[in-house]
């Protein structure tokens, strides 16, 4: 009984050196890298590598997969970043880690819907998948952009006082973690003051957003910011 029971461990144990674990952070901050860089073919063939690994995990596939999603929507390839998206809320599923791909694919449905200005559908699907969201699954990044993105329909929905504390707590969290998108928060407090007919707070944002375009060079929220005052 004993020899079967070391028997059985070390076959587990065998089992999960045989199997690769892939740290998702590190996959994307290198997939992140390289697009930034525009070497989309090295990402390809990165997340590629992955995919056809036999030793790669469900989970291990499914952040490949959400790395190319993302990979093909900086290409504009809106086809194939939809079929990558499916391709890995199926791999997802089928692991363990089943709450966290949940919520990693509503998010990514919910940005798009709001991307194309689907904003009723994209309210509709917070409302439909808000028991599958968990948003401590997210990295600091997404969080801040989801409640960004929720703050937008908020401030279409003028449920002011709910849109200005999402905006608040995504500049927390980018003040915390990646300044340079602060001033995309600012750019959407501005659309929120100007509903509000509050023009101090619109002015300081504006202020605000310029302040943080200007330090990290980031020329699409610099363009945004300059639209906002025309």
Known sequence: MKLLTKVTILVFFLQLL??????????????????????????????????????????DKFNAHLQKYHTYKRVVAYASASESLENAKEEGLLSDRKEEVLTKI???????????????????TVEKTKN?????FLDAD????????IAILNIIDEIFTE???????AVEIFEKDNPKHLANVYRKKMDLYEKMGN???????????????????????????DESMK
């Open 163 to 169: 849109a200005d504390k999402n905006l608040n707590l």
């Open 18 to 59: 045989n199997a690769q674990t892939i740290d998702p952070k590190k996959l994307n901050d290198e997939i992140s890298l390289l697009n930034d860089r525009n070497l989309y073919e090295k990402s390809f063939l990165k997340i590629e590598e992955i995919l056809e690994n036999p030793k790669a995990t469900h989970y």
């Open 132 to 136: 599958d969201i968990n948003i401590e």
């Open 199 to 225: 023009e101090p707070l619109f002015i300081s944002s504006f202020e605000k957003g310029m302040f943080y375009t200007k330090k990290y060079n980031i020329e699409l929220y610099q363009k945004n910011l």
């Open 106 to 124: 509503a998010v990514e449905e919910i940005f798009n819907k709001i991307q194309f200005q689907a904003f009723k559908e994209a309210s509709e």
């Open 142 to 149: 997404t969080k801040g952009f989801f409640l960004t993105a």
